[in-house]
């Protein structure tokens, strides 16, 4: 198994420009999850899918929007991006949202804004 | 929010124990408490878990205070491998983990 995938795992974009970050997961997991790290900063929550054909918002959606295509993916459009959104994304899975279910993530897309 | 306190950062040399504190003065009877870390430039993986009792795995011991206001991480014998920022985390009766800026172990040879 692979876990949880990301591509691309580096991106440099200009201010205003957009793209997608996706996500796949091959556990058969129910919920999905994005968060950014900033620099010397623990992860913060954008969104989640708690089952597929849902979304919701975390601590920090503004300015991002998701599409839990089916089970295994969950991606993250950036619109137009900003510096501000200079940061390294991490999606990640987890069987469900039980308290102890273990959350798996993905390597990291590092995006850098211009 | 229950929050968590923990040092900004350890040192340890190898094969030692390592004993990391957290603090949670404000945890709910319901509130289970996590351990992840983040080796560097990876995504942050599981650890450990407990509600009331002391726990054990492969990876690391977790001790509860009898009232579960604070809790200690141990990994028996520190290895290189080992260096990493630690996340002490209360699961809210919910699907979140928050992250706060954990405790950087450096692990020296």
């Known amino acids: 198994n692979a876990g949880v995938t990301q591509t691309p795992k580096f991106q440099v974009l200009k201010t205003g420009q957009s793209m997608t970050l996706q996500c796949a997961q091959d556990m058969n997991h129910n919920s999905m999850y994005w968060y950014r790290q900033d620099p010397g900063m623990g992860l913060r929550l954008i969104y989640y899918s708690a089952s597929e054909g849902t979304t919701d918002k975390g601590e920090v959606p503004n300015g991002y929007n998701v599409s839990r295509l089916n089970k295994r993916e969950f991606s993250l459009r950036l619109e137009s991006a900003a510096p501000s959104q200079t940061s390294v994304y991490f999606c990640a899975s987890t069987p469900g949202l039980a308290d102890t279910d273990t959350q798996y993530f993905g390597p990291g897309t590092r995006l850098t804004v211009l | 929010d229950a929050k968590t306190t923990q040092p900004n950062s350890m040192e340890s040399n190898e094969e030692e124990p390592v004993h990391l504190p957290c603090n949670h003065s404000?945890?709910?009877?319901?509130?289970?408490i996590h351990w992840y870390r983040q080796l560097p430039s990876q995504g942050p993986e599981y650890v450990i878990h407990g509600l009331t009792s002391n726990v054990n795995n492969r990876m690391a011991s977790l001790a509860i205070a009898e009232d579960r206001k604070s809790s200690t991480l141990i990994l028996h014998r520190a290895t290189l491998r080992d260096a990493a920022v630690y996340y002490c985390i209360l699961r809210e009766n919910d699907y979140k983990l928050s992250f706060g800026a954990g405790t950087t172990v450096t692990v020296r040879a």
């Open positions: 404000t945890i709910s009877g319901t509130d289970y």
